[in-house]
T-cell receptor, first 118, second 114 residues
Framework: EAQVTQNPRYLITVTGKKLTVTCSQN?????MSWYRQDPGLGLRQIYY???????DKGDVPEGYKVSRKEKRNFPLILESPSPNQTSLYFC?????????????????FGPGTRLTVT | DQQVKQNSPSLSVQEGRISILNCDYT??????FLWYKKYPAEGPTFLIS?????DKNEDGRFTVFLNKSAKHLSLHIVPSQPGDSAVYFC?????????????FGTGTRLTIIP
């Protein structure tokens, strides 16, 4: 089954304790992205990756790191989490078209990770 | 600065009637528009899209209309069904030197009343 998986689904942690949220897709997609969803703010992009070893900042990258060492995996790293990073996080992936441009309009989303930082 | 706005946080519609969800945008560089649907405890799923060079796209019960002069996008669902109850996000795409970015609205919670 084609899917994007995220782990963990729920996480409660304390300020300053490093954590990693994993994301994996089995569709051989080149483009991957992380979003956070907050009430009244919709989905905001944190980081994205056009291909292996190619990453770039989205709208709200502060306090986050990513890596893309393999095509299927795109982990989100919070080196020193703070309470304002309490949110619902989504990983997404999409195909790259024959023109070489990622078709971000057909992004497949993971089920989400609800993170609480106290 | 919210470039994609969904001004109605919620909408209730009787089953069988038409649901109309609206979205306004400010950035003239958006070249593609999309609607995503989200159920609780699940990730958003792609619903329908429209290119900026078109004014209408239809897929079964779902039709998206684009009014570029008004910078307005709408999603029509006819007839509405209980399974359509979800949060709907409008999104718009920009492309810059091969890097593509989606900007999402804040979402509208649609409730279909049986």
């Amino acid at each position: 089954e084609a899917q994007v998986t995220q782990n963990p689904r729920y996480l409660i942690t304390v300020t300053g304790k490093k954590l990693t949220v994993t994301c994996s897709q089995n569709m051989n997609h080149e483009y991957m992205s992380w979003y956070r969803q907050d009430p009244g703010l919709g989905l905001r992009q944190i980081y994205y990756s056009m291909n292996v070893e190619v990453t770039d900042k989205g709208d709200v990258p502060e306090g986050y790191k990513v890596s893309r060492k393999e095509k299927r995996n795109f982990p989100l790293i919070l080196e020193s989490p703070s309470p304002n990073q309490t949110s619902l996080y989504f990983c997404a992936s999409s195909l790259k078209g024959t023109s070489g441009r990622a078709f971000t309009y057909e992004q497949y989303f993971g089920p989400g990770t609800r993170l609480t930082v106290t | 600065d919210q470039q994609v706005k969904q001004n109605s946080p919620s909408l209730s519609v009787q089953e069988g009637r038409i649901s109309i969800l609206n979205c306004d945008y400010t950035n003239s560089m958006f070249d593609y528009f999309l609607w995503y649907k989200k159920y609780p405890a699940e990730g958003p799923t792609f619903l329908i899209s429209i290119s900026s060079i078109k004014d209408k796209n239809e897929d079964g019960r779902f039709t998206v209309f684009l009014n570029k002069s008004a910078k307005h996008l709408s999603l029509h669902i006819v007839p509405s069904q209980p399974g359509d109850s979800a949060v709907y996000f409008c999104a718009a795409r920009t492309s810059n030197f091969g890097n593509e970015k989606l900007t999402f609205g804040t979402g509208t919670r649609l409730t279909i009343i049986p």
